[in-house]
C-alpha cells in the first residue's frame, strides 16, 4: 500500500484546512491509518489515527479541533483541522499499521510503515 498527503496550505490563526491521505492497494479496509506532524527541529509526533473498525485517537493537543474519518470506497482518510493555531505548523504524514487489529489506534511512530510524502501546514498569526 502507498500513501499520498496533500491538502496542505497557508491558512490565518482560527482557520481550516482538510487533509487528505489517500491509499492505493486493495487492503485498505483493513488497516489503521495514523496521522503526524512534524516542526522544524522537533520530534515526529502523533496528531490522530482511525482504525480499519473505525475507532479513533487523538493527540490532546488536537481533540475537540481536529476530526478524522476514512471513506474505504475512496480508499482515502481525511483529517479536518478547524480553529488553527500557529503552533500546529508543520509537515504533515500519513502513515499505516497493519498490525494493531481493528479497534486499536497505536501512537508511536515506529509503529506505523509505509510514510508518505508529506504536506505542508503553515499557520499564521
Known amino acids: 500500500v502507498q500513501l499520498q498527503a496533500s491538502g496542505g496550505g497557508l491558512v490565518q490563526a482560527g482557520g481550516s484546512l482538510r487533509l487528505s491521505c489517500a491509499a492505493s492497494?486493495?487492503?485498505?479496509?483493513?488497516?489503521?491509518i495514523g496521522w503526524f506532524r512534524q516542526a522544524p527541529g522537533k520530534e515526529r509526533d502523533f496528531v490522530a489515527g482511525?482504525?480499519?473498525?473505525?475507532?479513533?485517537n487523538y493527540a490532546g493537543s488536537v481533540k475537540g479541533r481536529f476530526t478524522i474519518s476514512r471513506d474505504n470506497t475512496e480508499n482515502t482518510v481525511y483529517l479536518q483541522m478547524n480553529s488553527l493555531k500557529p503552533e500546529d505548523t508543520a509537515v504533515y504524514y500519513c502513515a499505516l499499521d497493519g498490525r494493531s487489529g481493528i479497534w486499536r489506534v497505536r501512537r508511536k511512530p515506529d509503529e506505523y510503515d509505509n510514510w508518505g510524502h508529506g504536506t505542508l501546514v503553515t499557520v499564521s498569526s
Open positions: 482511525i482504525s480499519s473498525g473505525g475507532s479513533t
Open positions: 492497494g486493495r487492503t485498505f479496509n483493513r488497516i489503521t
